[in-house]
T-cell receptor, first 114, second 118 residues
Framework: GDSVTQMEGPVTLSEEAFLTINCTYTATGYPSLFWYVQYPGEGLQLLLKATKADDKGSNKGFEATYRKETTSFHLEKGSVQVSDSAVYFCALMAPRGSARQLTFGSGTQLTVLP | GAVVSQHPSRVICKSGTSVKIECRSLDFQATTMFWYRQFPKQSLMLMATSNEGSKATYEQGVEKDKFLINHASLTLSTLTVTSAHPEDSSFYIC??????????????FGPGTRLTVL
C-alpha cells in the first residue's frame, strides 16, 4: 500500500539557518503530495502541495519539489524563523479513489532557537 | 478561513465507560469528514471516513462497534469510543472536506482530542 517515510526529529536549528526535512514515498501511479504544519495547540494546516512530477510547491518561504525519479518531496527553507517552530507532516493522496484519503508520514518536530 | 473545531480538547475517563468526541465545521458545510488516530511520535492513521447521512467506511483493523461514527449533519460528526480501555488512549483528530471544495484534495483539520483512559 501507499506509505510516506519522513525524516525523524526532533530538529533544532538557530534562527536564519537552512532547513531541510526529507520525505520519500511509495505509491502506485502519480499521487498528489503535501506538506502540512501543526503549530502548538492547533490543527494541521496545509503548507504547500504539488500534484504532478517536477511541480514545485511553495508558501511562506518553504519549498518542495515533486521528484518522481527519486520518489521524494523534501521540504526546504532558506532562513528559518522562531515562528516556524512546529511539527511538519509529509503526506500523499492517491490519484484514484472517491474518498481521497491522505496517508501521512510520522511528523518532524522543528524547534528554531533565537 | 475554514475552521474545524473538536470538543473536548482533552478527556480523561475510567475504563469501561464511553466517550463522545465532536467534530464541527464552523464556517462551511462538509460532505465528508475523516477521523484519525495519532500515537506519540507516529503518523496520523486514518480510522474511518464518514459521509453525511450514510454509514462510515472503516479502515482495515478498526473495530466499527468500538468506534461509533455518526455524521448526522453537514457540520457535525461524532466519534464515540465505547467501553474504553487504556489501549484506546490516544490523540484523535478529525478533518473535513468542504461541500464546495475548490479541489477534491482540500481538507481542514481540527486541533485534536487527547483521550486518556485510566
Amino acid at each position: 500500500g501507499d506509505s510516506v517515510t519522513q525524516m525523524e526529529g526532533p530538529v533544532t536549528l538557530s534562527e536564519e539557518a537552512f532547513l531541510t526535512i526529507n520525505c520519500t514515498y511509495t505509491a502506485t501511479g502519480y499521487p498528489s503530495l503535501f506538506w502540512y504544519v501543526q503549530y502548538p495547540g492547533e490543527g494541521l494546516q496545509l503548507l504547500l502541495k504539488a500534484t504532478k512530477a517536477d511541480d514545485k510547491g511553495s508558501n511562506k518561504g518553504f519549498e518542495a519539489t515533486y521528484r518522481k525519479e527519486t520518489t521524494s518531496f523534501h521540504l526546504e527553507k532558506g532562513s528559518v524563523q522562531v515562528s516556524d517552530s512546529a511539527v511538519y507532516f509529509c503526506a500523499l493522496m492517491a490519484p484514484r479513489g472517491s474518498a481521497r484519503q491522505l496517508t501521512f508520514g510520522s511528523g518532524t518536530q522543528l524547534t528554531v532557537l533565537p | 478561513g475554514a475552521v474545524v473545531s473538536q470538543h473536548p480538547s482533552r478527556v480523561i475517563c475510567k475504563s469501561g465507560t464511553s466517550v463522545k468526541i465532536e467534530c464541527r465545521s464552523l464556517d462551511f458545510q462538509a460532505t465528508t469528514m475523516f477521523w484519525y488516530r495519532q500515537f506519540p511520535k507516529q503518523s496520523l492513521m486514518l480510522m474511518a471516513t464518514s459521509n453525511e447521512g450514510s454509514k462510515a467506511t472503516y479502515e482495515q483493523g478498526v473495530e466499527k462497534d468500538k468506534f461509533l461514527i455518526n455524521h448526522a449533519s453537514l457540520t457535525l460528526s461524532t466519534l464515540t469510543v465505547t467501553s474504553a480501555h487504556p489501549e484506546d488512549s490516544s490523540f484523535y483528530i478529525c478533518s473535513a472536506r468542504p461541500l464546495l471544495a475548490g479541489g477534491t484534495d482540500t481538507q481542514y483539520f481540527g486541533p485534536g482530542t487527547r483521550l486518556t483512559v485510566l
